[in-house]
């Protein structure tokens, strides 16, 4: 049966400074939908009570009345006869009926991304204090959304659709979004899991011929075990999203420098994260 007799109902989760505004946005554009944020809501709440954002749901975390305020108004929306796109931590999972995206980023990128935004309940300090808050903030409301509603918002198995976006065009987002979304409306198979290639750490020199390209995520980087040559063909292209598979984190293989180093020059790029985090520098 197709979904396409029905209102589309996007929402979107994932992590700050992963580009969930500027996704919402075109997605509002493209289905002639109607926008709906819990972030300005909770800047809003703080403004009101004085506090940052981080100290709202550190809050949160004992008083059950703030996330009430805020989700009270997402479980309406199941009711709609208009399209909705709706930025929010937890609207996919009290409508689970609608089209469920996660994006990610690495921490260190998203934490640059929010000291450039600038906004003003979003100001932890130098990049070191905003890096540890963004950790801080993800930490709590992991724990609080368990501790309330049973769920994981970090398990990706919850989503149809999961993007990684470090160093990945808007438009290209867009683009997996759409025809996702578009599949996904036919019941047509599509992929669930893309990375962007400029943020996949290689393990090996040669380009190996896997057909899947296979990751492992550590530290906010996606270590890329199989499917090296592919992703060099990605990386040739302005096009950079990959679509992989992500099997446990467990056996991660030691990693190497010069296959990084040698990986960057003979693709022609670097990294917008130095994986040099990844060896403790």
């Known amino acids: 049966m197709h979904r396409i007799n029905r209102p589309l109902i ?14 919402a946005n075109a997605l509002v554009d493209y289905w002639g939908a109607e926008a709906y944020s819990t972030g300005k ?7 009101d009570r004085g506090i940052t954002t981080l100290e709202l749901n550190k809050l949160a975390e004992t008083d059950k009345s703030i996330d009430d305020e805020i989700d009270g108004n997402f ?16 609207a996919w999972h009290f409508i689970p009926e609608s089209f469920k995206i996660k994006l990610e980023v690495n921490p260190v990128l998203a934490a ?5 935004a600038n906004r003003d309940n979003e100001k932890y300090g130098d990049f070191d204090a905003t890096l540890q808050g963004l950790k801080d903030r993800k930490s709590s409301e992991r724990e609080r959304f368990q501790k309330y509603y049973g769920v994981d918002i970090e398990d990706q198995e919850n989503y149809d659709l999961v993007i990684e976006t470090t160093d990945v065009t808007p438009e290209a987002i867009q683009i997996v979004t759409n025809d996702a979304i578009k599949d996904w ?3 047509k198979p599509y992929d669930h899991f893309w990375v ?24 906010g980087f996606y270590i890329l075990l199989n499917g090296h040559k592919r992703v060099t063909k990605s990386l040739d292209r302005d096009y950079s999203l990959v679509p992989c598979v992500r099997v446990p984190n467990k056996d991660i293989p030691a990693l190497d420098k010069q296959v990084i180093d040698t990986w960057q020059d003979k693709n022609g790029f670097t990294f917008a994260v130095d994986p040099a985090r990844l060896f403790g520098n």
């Open 75 to 90: 479980r309406k929306l199941a009711e709609t006869d208009k399209n909705l796109v709706i930025d929010s931590r937890m």
């Open 112 to 116: 640059e991304r929010i000291i450039a």
């Open 41 to 47: 809501i909770q800047r809003k709440m703080a403004e």
């Open 185 to 187: 409306l036919i019941q």
């Open 10 to 23: 996007v929402t979107i989760s994932g992590d700050l400074g992963s580009g969930k505004s500027v996704l």
């Open 196 to 219: 962007g290639a400029r943020n996949l750490i290689p393990t090996k020199n040669k380009r190996d011929l896997h057909n899947n390209v296979i990751v492992m995520r550590k530290d």
